[in-house]
């Protein structure tokens, strides 16, 4: 961008959003460097939500890692994530007080006290750089279902364009040369603020994990720009802004001369984070601190795979699996199960977390119709002993899920309320869940054991083993169990693709 116009000064951002982990050598180090190679364009340094869960760290410091790690970054000004309240409200709010920033939630309030949930700031204000900088934090109603630690009825959501609209027309009035939105929403929530709210600039949003940018023409000629930064300390925005700004341009007499304020200027640069770059020493620091209070339990080689897992950026099981979800088993008629499977697929092809993962059920949805009428029950099936039958809407299953699912959480109201047959205080996690078949396998694999007890204990679930992974070959509905290692021989886990879930569009 070249030099600014009569009016107008320059400033730069650094934006990021949703960064979850936090590791010796991983990416945060080097993230932490990248950004300090900036200093000398005195960056203004703005976050859009989600870094104190989850990950398996964070079960263990509920978050308290990524105090010290923003801290160091210089955060200005942040925004609140959904996952920033699956500690509890109480652990956010002890968080942000050890924050040097503030944090903003524009438009979702707790009716008990009447302050913004998490009781954090609901605008700010700061002189940066010459310009004066109005910052708010907005959210979309979708994510109030999805936070586990607080209940729907105790908050007051207030519609992020009129409230938006509101706070940007205050910041306005004391002086504002620029008005930000901070955002964790949806592209498409966030491309509605950009046509609807009256007032603000530009929109940083986060809650999507990649990167994106899109250039919003606005009723009134104006382009909003809505930028979306990544993840995971991988990458950032570098943005430069051209802000006209009222002093100067009084002293221009830039109003006075017939032609209006200059426009504000925007230039958005995708920074990727090389993975073998230098890293920062401080966040060096921070990560190996807190990496050695769950070293131990990461370097444990539990088992093998015969195929590499996929699963969210990582191939670790810590990390596809880092909450400890608790799980239950319920009794729920064919009726529920589809209404899930329904909501499972409502926002597609939204990347919602409602998407469904699911074992012992095949079906297909067709996206083109509306939410709620995605799914025909003839085209659910269900599979009993290695048998697949289409679903009975009358009748009964065993349906094992997770407490959060059944608690209503995420749309599933389907499953509020039915009888529990095992409940979350005798129901595994989902990680010792995963954990323990890994365990199982290496019993088996002590086939080979001069214990004769071990011996005859894993031959007899060795061939109740293979009985089921033939029957597995046979039928597409269901995944292999395990699989002899082709070259090692002995049994791993072998996941395959198996079409449980078709999209027919």
Avoid at 248 to 255: D, R, S, Y
Avoid at 348 to 358: A, H, I, M, N, S
């Amino acid at each position: 961008m070249s030099g600014p116009l009569p009016g107008s000064r320059i400033l730069t951002i650094i934006h990021f959003n949703d960064v979850y982990q936090l590791e010796d050598g991983g990416d945060a180090e080097r993230f932490a460097y990248k950004v300090k190679t900036y200093a000398n364009r005195m960056p203004l340094v703005l976050f859009s939500g989600d870094c104190f869960a989850p990950s398996l760290l964070s079960v263990t410091t509920k978050g308290k890692q990524m105090v010290e790690a923003l801290n160091l970054l210089g955060v200005h000004c942040a925004c609140v994530g959904n996952h920033d309240f699956d500690f509890g409200v109480q652990n956010l709010e002890t968080l942000v007080k050890q924050c040097s920033f503030p944090w903003l939630l524009s438009n979702i309030f707790d009716k008990a006290s009447g302050r913004p949930l998490g009781d954090v700031q609901t605008s700010h204000m700061l002189q940066w750089q010459g310009v004066t900088v109005g910052i708010i934090g907005l959210a979309e109603l979708d994510w109030i279902a999805t936070l586990a630690a607080v209940k729907p009825e105790e908050v007051d959501y207030r519609d992020f364009v009129a409230e938006g609209s509101r706070l940007a027309a205050e910041l306005r009035a004391k002086g504002a040369d620029l008005v930000i939105a901070l955002t964790h929403s949806r592209r498409p929530n966030d491309i509605i603020c950009a046509r609807e709210l009256t007032g603000v600039d530009i929109i940083l949003g986060g809650h999507d994990h990649d990167h994106s940018l899109d250039a919003v023409q606005r009723a009134d000629g104006r382009t909003v720009h809505v930028v979306k930064s990544g993840t995971d300390f991988r990458e950032l925005s570098l943005i430069t802004l051209q802000v006209p700004c009222q002093d100067l341009m009084q002293q221009a007499g830039v109003e006075g001369g017939g032609h209006g304020p200059p426009p504000l200027r925007v230039d958005v640069e995708r920074v990727e984070v090389p993975r073998d770059g230098p890293a920062d020493p401080g966040m060096q620091e921070i990560a190996r601190r807190y990496g050695d209070i769950m070293g131990q339990k990461l370097q444990k080689v539990i088992g093998e795979t015969a195929t590499d897992l996929d699963g969210r950026f990582s191939t670790d099981l810590m990390a596809i699996l880092p909450m400890l979800d608790a799980t239950v088993v319920i009794r729920a008629s064919g009726r529920d199960v589809v209404a899930a499977l329904e909501n499972g697929v409502s926002q597609y092809p939204k990347l919602e977390g409602r998407f469904l993962q699911v074992s012992g059920v095949k079906f297909r949805f067709d996206p083109s119709k509306p939410p709620g009428h995605r799914i025909d029950a003839n085209d659910v099936w269900v599979t009993k002993e290695d048998e697949c039958a289409r679903i009975d809407l009358d009748a009964f299953y065993a349906v094992a899920t997770k407490l959060y699912m059944t608690s209503g959480k995420d749309g599933f109201d389907c499953l509020q309320g039915r009888e529990v047959i095992v409940d979350e205080e005798h129901g595994p996690t989902l990680p010792t869940i995963a954990v323990n078949v890994f365990s199982q396998l290496r019993t088996l694999n002590l086939m080979t054991s001069k214990e004769q007890k071990v011996r005859r204990a894993a031959l007899k679930w060795q061939a109740s083993l293979d009985k089921k992974s033939h029957a597995n070959v046979l039928s597409d509905n269901v995944s292999y169990v395990s699989i002899k290692h082709p070259v090692q021989g002995n049994y791993v886990i072998a996941p395959k693709c198996d079409g449980r879930i078709i999209c027919v569009q």
